[in-house]
């Protein structure tokens, strides 16, 4: 087959030109790398986020209702004061609800002596442990008695926990929140920083009770989470507690809700959203270097081809089409374009490796960047191959054989 | 029969809204199996009368029939396929590849030719054997001399069976030595049978030929058959 005569004059010119066949791989090897790594990247945040959705205790089966309207987790509406307790109690009432936990949330200083820190400072019920299912490193959770007698006690987070007391024993000990004194009966197993920045460990529990009488003296609530008996009741679930939290609050029938729901689907909703967003960055990012790649390709082969006319020439003396000199430069072009792709896949994926090995970014590694690179690769390398392959052909033989 | 059979054919080259006329009614047959010298100082239009006679070139008017077959109408398709079987270069500046193999520069006419080739490197190792070169095979072209340059140009020349060698100064890079080398292997292709045009400034290598052609301006100037006596003085 003459194509593959062809073929096989375009790998031999590759190799006897092999500088320029290098610096034309250059450009599409670099795109490529940069490719398989971004791709590396978002798919290891994203397994990553996942089991941290995972380990976070956000079962399928609960969900949390958030006071004030708006979105997920961003602009949060003027301070909302309607969700109270007994919204809690009439959606623990609920025949599909298994558990509820009212929570109140503020920002303060926690202090140890001479060491304070700004921790998250919730206020919850006993049943938060079990909503989470977080353990215990040392100590007790929060009980029905604390609950009860608005003890003034405290269960740290990890992070709270060493930076007031820098490892050392904890359970017993003293710590103030604005002038009262809270002793430390517990504390939580830590979970370490999520990707996005988010530190679960940064927070300190103390009996919701507590928290409304004697910490925020406020007696609304900042969420409610709810753990339905089974995932599959979570939407019923949903529509049940909107329909008693718009009652209880005397929504009208026009009025908007003023809370909003966080379901373990919108959490990965908004992740793969986030996801969609990395992706379009990254195919923008990826077409403009690959089109860089696929120009750098196209010059130095218009370079190449001025600097082989003569052999242009001579092949044409002997019987070579037009069609062949194209056909030889078309595949120059594509085997150049492939093997760039093909170097870009390796440095890619050491550096990917690289990154997971020194923990610098978590990293996974799929077959889609190979195949990726080898249609884009093969794109590339057709493009912006056929403009100088076109000029190599259409070369009088005459003139080409005799320039100097 | 005339193998090429040239009526008035005229080339002028354009050259920012110049025209540079080239050649000016050339008209001349050659028959098959002869061997003809074509001389003239250079600018004369040898080179140009040699492109269009090996079909890498259209004149600008005249007719152009080879073996038979007017070329002016052949697409690009036909005129390689006629260049690849029938014609045979001979270059000045040897045109091999570089950084191929003596070997594979003697195939090269094969890789455009039609159908299956059968053994190639078979058919090129006795070629260059022919000429002298059975132990340069795998040489490139930078690590041969000129004179071995030059016969590895004839072998290629030669492996596709061509009617004609078409040959522009052959003898111009090469010693005196190598130059009557090369010009016996010619003598030697003539008694075989092939039709030989040789081109030269030179009429010392002229006289090899059975007929001498010059070539004045873009004309021709005079046609003559060499006499016998001629061509064995030259030896």
């Known amino acids: 087959m003459r194509i593959f005569k062809n073929l096989g004059q375009a790998l031999r010119g590759l190799r006897l030109n092999r500088g320029n066949t290098f610096l034309m791989t250059l450009g599409v090897m670099i795109g490529i790398a940069s490719l398989t790594v971004i791709v590396a990247i978002g798919d290891g945040i994203k397994i990553k986020v996942l089991n941290r959705i995972a380990n976070m205790g956000f079962g399928p089966e609960s969900f949390s209702v958030i006071a004030g309207a708006g979105r997920m987790f961003f602009a949060r509406s003027k301070n909302t004061t309607s969700m109270t307790l007994e919204d809690a109690e009439d959606l623990l009432a609920l025949p599909t609800v298994r558990l509820v936990v009212p929570r109140q949330r503020k920002r303060m200083q926690i202090i140890n002596k001479k060491e304070f820190t700004s921790t998250r400072v919730y206020g919850v019920t006993p049943d938060w442990q079990l909503a989470r299912g977080w353990q215990m490193t040392d100590g007790d959770f929060l009980s029905d008695s604390d609950l009860d007698r608005r003890k003034r006690v405290v269960v740290l987070g990890a992070t709270p926990a060493r930076k007031l007391f820098k490892g050392k024993d904890s359970i017993g000990k003293m710590v103030r929140l604005q002038n009262n004194y809270y002793q430390v009966i517990g504390l939580l197993e830590e979970k370490g920083l999520t990707e996005s920045g988010y530190d679960p460990d940064d927070r300190a529990l103390i009996p919701l009770t507590t928290s409304m009488s004697r910490l925020t003296h406020e007696t609304y609530l900042h969420s409610i989470k709810v753990v339905s008996l089974d995932s599959s009741q979570v939407p019923e679930t949903m529509e049940a507690v909107r329909q008693i939290l ?15 729901f966080i379901t373990p ?74 093997l760039g792709g093909l170097m870009g896949v390796g440095l890619g994926l050491a550096i990917s490796f690289g990154l997971k090995r020194f923990d610098v970014l978590p990293t996974h590694i799929t077959v889609e960047p190979f195949i990726l690179s080898f249609v884009f690769c093969s794109l590339i390398g057709l493009i912006f191959g056929i403009h100088p392959a076109r000029k190599a052909a ?5 003139e080409s054989i005799r320039s100097q | ?84 079987e029938k014609i045979g270069f001979v270059f000045q500046a040897f045109h091999l590849l570089p950084g191929v193999t003596a070997l594979e520069n003697v195939i090269l006419p094969l890789v455009y030719a039609r159908g299956s080739q059968g053994n190639v490197k078979e058919r090129a190792r006795e070629l260059l054997a022919k000429v002298g070169l059975e ?76 007929r001498i052609i010059s070539i004045l301006d873009g004309q021709i100037a ?14």
Request: glycine fraction near 8%; charge should be negative.
């Open chain 2, 135 to 210: 132990h340069r095979l795998h040489h490139t072209p930078g690590q041969l001399s000129g004179g071995e340059q030059q016969r590895v140009t004839i072998a290629r020349s030669l492996i596709n069976n061509p009617r004609i060698i078409l040959a522009d100064e052959p003898t111009g890079n090469l010693d005196s030595k190598n130059g009557i080398e090369t010009m016996k292997t010619f003598d030697n292709l003539v008694k075989e049978g092939k039709t030989i045009v040789l081109i030269t400034h030179d009429q010392e290598v002229a006289r090899h030929a059975g």
């Open chain 1, 246 to 260: 718009r009652r209880n609050h005397n929504l009208s029938v026009l009025a908007a809700d003023d809370f909003r």
């Open chain 1, 265 to 338: 689907e919108g959490i990965m909703q908004w992740v793969t959203e986030s996801e969609q967003a990395l992706n379009r960055m990254l195919i923008l990012i990826s077409t403009v270097s690959l089109l860089v790649g696929g120009i750098v390709i196209m010059n130095i082969l218009l370079v190449s081809i001025r600097e082989r006319v003569r052999e242009i020439g001579i092949r044409r003396c002997f019987g070579a089409r037009r069609s062949d000199i194209t056909f030889q430069f078309l595949f120059e072009s594509i085997l150049v374009s492939l």
């Open chain 2, 1 to 84: 029969m005339n193998l090429i059979e040239m009526n008035s054919i005229c080339k002028s080259y354009r050259n920012i809204g110049f025209e540079t006329r080239v050649l000016e009614d050339v008209t001349l047959h050659i028959e098959e199996g002869d061997y003809v010298g074509i001389v003239g100082p250079s600018g004369a239009g040898k080179s140009t009368l040699m492109a269009i006679m090996g079909c890498l070139a259209q004149p600008t008017s005249g007719e152009y029939i080879l073996d038979g077959e007017p070329i002016g109408k052949l697409n690009d398709r036909k005129l390689s396929r006629v260049r690849n």
């Open chain 2, 222 to 235: 005079s046609d003559r058959e060499v006499s016998h006596e001629e061509q064995t003085r030259s030896v």
């Open chain 1, 394 to 398: 259409f070369l009088s033989p005459e």
